[in-house]
């Protein structure tokens, strides 16, 4: 079993699957929110995972029930498995305007056809159930088009590639322990470093993140912030990062 239960009051739950990547390829999580028998699936990942995740979503709620797939932006790892989930249930996919016209790449012709609701550059509420998600924008963290889901219930914040550690954190368990190992050892430094734009767009989500009450992060990569202490140094640390074109030089434009 893979899942952790990240909350569950019988009514509300949110899930998390974290060890469904198998081989040599990019370990990555997958999520599920569950609002009065009304469920939402988050970067559910490509066919990798994709009959394993089936097989474990069903021990919380009916995959043929799924209401929306969410996806932070276009990635395989994100939304390779789309024409699965389409197939068995009358889910929508949830992506941003930017990915919409790019999804049927992924799938079936036609299969796409009123099935996706694009998500508007300034984001959107999203009523799962009896509550209402938060869909807010993390635009080119890392992806042009991307988005993160706020759960106001479990006051989460899935965060998508912001967060991420390149490593295999299972071996050690789903929860940051420890949060400057996290960012040397866990290579997390090194992936924002690399992967995010530039400190501008980070500051601009620092000021976002700021406006809501997160008591946890779960990154598609990699293990959980899980105290309001170490979230609140996560949004300090991404206020001050340079990272992407930030760090660009001449240097790295030379024909070889």
């Known amino acids: 079993m893979t899942a952790s239960v990240l909350y569950d009051d019988g009514n509300h739950k949110c899930i998390a699957f ?64 789309a024409n699965g989930w389409l197939l068995i249930s009358d889910a929508k996919i949830v992506i941003a305007q930017e990915w919409a016209r790019f999804l049927p790449h992924f799938c079936l012709k036609g299969m796409t056809e009123g099935r996706v609701l694009p998500v508007p550059a300034r984001g959107m509420n999203l009523e799962l159930g009896n509550c209402e998600l938060k869909i807010v924008p993390a635009h080119f963290l890392h992806a042009v088009g991307n988005f993160q889901v706020y ?15 390149l490593i295999d954190e299972t071996k050690v368990g789903p929860m940051v322990v420890d949060f400057d190992h996290h960012l040397r050892s866990g290579h997390s430094g090194l992936f924002h470093r690399r992967y995010m734009t530039n400190n501008k767009v980070c500051r601009f989500w620092a000021n976002m993140a700021r ?30 990062l340079e990272c992407g074109t930030d760090l660009v030089s001449e240097a790295d434009f030379v024909i070889p």
Not at 25 to 52: E, H, K, W
Not at 151 to 165: E, K, N, T, Y
Not at 221 to 235: A, P, Q, Y
Request: glycine residues 8%.
């Open 211 to 240: 406006t809501l009450e997160i008591d946890c992060i779960a990154p598609q990569h990699g293990g959980f912030l899980t105290e309001r202490s170490m979230v609140n140094r996560f949004i300090d640390w991404v206020e001050g």
């Open 18 to 81: 974290t060890d469904l990547v198998p081989g040599e390829a990019i370990r990555s999580n997958q999520f599920l929110i569950v609002d009065a028998g009304d469920s939402m699936l988050l970067d559910p990942g490509g066919n990798l995972t994709y009959n394993d995740l089936l097989a474990e979503v069903a021990s919380f709620a009916p995959p043929s029930l799924t209401r929306y797939v969410f996806a932070s932006h276009e990635d395989p790892d994100i939304i390779a498995s």
């Open 151 to 165: 759960d106001p219930v479990r006051r989460i914040l899935f965060s998508g590639d912001l967060g991420a550690a």
